[in-house]
Nanobody, 127 residues
Framework: VELLEAGPGLVRPSQTLSLVCAVS??????????WSWLRQRPGLGPEWIGT???????TYDPALKGRATISRDLVNQQLTLELSSMSPEDSATYRC????????????????????WGRGIQVTVSS
């Protein structure tokens, strides 16, 4: 599985971030994987944003207070992340992942546990 993120590198405060992850090598409807978005802010470890299952069911980190939305384009095999009300504290490297387990806020995020880990895209929030 290969994952490639795309989107803007700069977002203004209060705007909505929209990122796309192109998936190749497998299908978003495979029962083998969960598909997630993570981010890593400066000085911190990877943080879970949300996950979509093969059924289309989504789960999100409650700490984001409803700001995140993950959707799928099954024709083009793409994942989309939208994160609203961006602030400078949301500046981070965002990446999409594929894994064989669901993620919760208590899950330790370790790269070797993931089937695929996108290269990531650096997003800066600044006016």
């Amino acid at each position: 599985v290969e994952l490639l993120e795309a989107g803007p590198g700069l977002v203004r405060p209060s705007q909505t971030l929209s990122l796309v992850c192109a998936v190749s090598g497998d299908s978003l409807t495979t029962t083998r994987f969960y598909w997630s978005w993570l981010r890593q802010r400066p000085g911190l470890g990877p943080e879970w944003i949300g996950t979509v299952e093969y059924t289309g069911k989504t789960t999100y980190d409650p700490a984001l207070k409803g700001r995140a939305t993950i959707s799928r384009d099954l024709v083009n095999q793409q994942l989309t992340l939208e994160l609203s009300s961006m602030s400078p504290e949301d500046s981070a490297t965002y990446r999409c992942t594929a894994q064989t387990f669901p993620i919760t806020p208590l899950t330790a995020i370790r790269r070797p546990d993931f089937v695929a880990w996108g290269r990531g895209i650096q997003v800066t929030v600044s006016s």
